[in-house]
């Protein structure tokens, strides 16, 4: 069988602890973990989405992160500088792509309305909260739109 070895880093948040201060000034410790493990240790949605769309070997790495109440997240970083996000569940939430995202990505509604309105330039990013979506484009503009789709604003 083939195994693909990745660099893997373990990342646990804790919300009253004071070793680090990030740049929001809130407090979060992190206890990392370098080593090398199977990529296979992703949920196996998260799997079936990057096989779908990027070549393994182009994997750099990626990081478990464990946030208390949340629980856990992944991120997978590519070689040529492309991100993924996903939740506990392997769903992705966050996607960065400076060469522009992967067909079926956006949804259609989203890629319809930046097709219509923004014909010269792509989708480089897709980030989906709980109340919207917000899409960077290559051209510097970033749109908001609410979870159906329909445009709200230029953030």
Known sequence: GLGIVSCKKEVTVTPN?????DATNQNVAEDVQKSSVNFTDLPAKALETVNGHYNQNNIASYEVKTIPVIGKSYEVKFNDGAE????????WHEWKDA???PKGILPEAIKTYIAKNYAATFATAIDKESNKIKVDLASG????FDVNGNFVRID
Request: aromatic share 4%; proline share 0%; hydrophobic share 40%.
């Open 84 to 91: 993924i996000d996903f939740d506990s569940n392997g769903v």
């Open 17 to 21: 602890a004071t070793e680090i201060t």
């Open 99 to 101: 060469k522009g995202l």
């Open 141 to 144: 503009i970033d749109l908001e």
